[in-house]
């Protein structure tokens, strides 16, 4: 175990350098900028590790290894983030645990993550997923809705009990105009994320950037990078 916790500690160390120079040469305070880190397909034991070396915030994309890790880990000082596709049937279990949803995408979904957040007698924090490769249909390939989308499902959110309008987040996309150009793609969400500050001022997030492409996001002006595996390593494949 203390082999594991030197080689997260050495890489939480390189990723907080590149994050802090990023900073530096975008003109920008440190503090601007929350490290998530992924955590899926990985143990609670690493999250433990992650939790004694200062993370605070851990990010999970399915809902089957999310909720018996988080409740394994119920008793750490974590901020849990949902960043997957999330099902309607899966609601339930991850209003349970999760403080945000990254990836919220669709009018069903909020209507369904209301009710169940108001169930739980929880308030969880919603960013309305971009995609920036949305076809004709208004989807991504990995989920989001369509620019022209985000205002009438942030209102949604905003009006849902039990939900909060945190704010934008995207993936950078591997098809489409902005397919190998993660900087617009970043610029772009932000110029979207003016848009909506105008007629909601609070939703303020911005979640932007991964383990390769997270200095694009900082200099763009990300609030929030989703890091995996330059923390964690490179995931084995899921079966």
Same mark, same amino acid.
């Given at each position: 175990?203390?082999?594991? $916790?030197? !080689? ?5 160390? $390189? ?27 990985? =143990?609670?034991?690493?999250? #433990?590790? *992650? ?10 994309? #399915?809902?089957?290894?999310?909720? =018996?890790?988080?409740?394994?880990? +119920? ?27 990254? @990836?919220?995408? #669709?009018? $069903?979904?909020?209507?369904? *993550? ?17 995609? *920036?490769?949305?076809? !004709?249909?208004?989807?991504?390939? #990995? ?17 849902? =009990? ?30 979207? +994320?003016?848009?909506?500050?105008? @007629? ?6 911005? +979640? ?20 995996? +595996? ?10």
């Amino acid at each position: 175990m203390t082999d594991r $916790k030197d !080689e997260l500690a050495a890489n939480l160390a $390189k990723v907080e350098r590149r994050i802090a120079a990023a900073c530096a040469a975008a003109g920008r305070e440190r503090e601007e900028v929350t490290l998530i880190v992924v955590t899926k397909t990985y =143990p609670a034991s690493d999250v #433990r590790i *992650l939790a004694e070396l200062g993370v605070r915030h851990v990010a999970e994309n #399915r809902d089957q290894d999310a909720a =018996p890790k988080a409740a394994a880990c +119920s008793d750490l000082p974590l901020t849990w983030h949902f960043v997957g596709q999330l099902q309607t049937n899966k609601v339930r279990s991850v209003a349970g645990y999760a403080d945000f949803v990254q @990836s919220v995408d #669709r009018a $069903k979904l909020v209507t369904v *993550l209301s009710r169940e957040a108001v169930r739980a007698g929880r308030e969880i924090g919603c960013l309305v997923q971009v995609a *920036l490769d949305a076809g !004709e249909n208004g989807r991504g390939e #990995r989920g989001g809705v369509a620019p022209d989308g985000i205002g009438e499902l942030a209102d949604l959110v905003a009006g849902a =009990p039990g939900l909060r309008l945190d704010g934008l987040m995207t993936v950078a996309p591997l098809t489409g105009e902005y397919a190998g150009r993660e900087r617009a793609a970043f610029d772009r969400l932000m110029d979207l +994320s003016t848009d909506l500050r105008r @007629s909601h001022p609070a939703a303020t997030m911005v +979640s932007a950037g991964m383990s390769a492409d997270l200095e694009q996001a900082v200099t763009a002006g990300a609030t929030h990078v989703r890091v995996g +595996s330059a923390v964690l390593g490179v995931r084995s494949r899921l079966g």
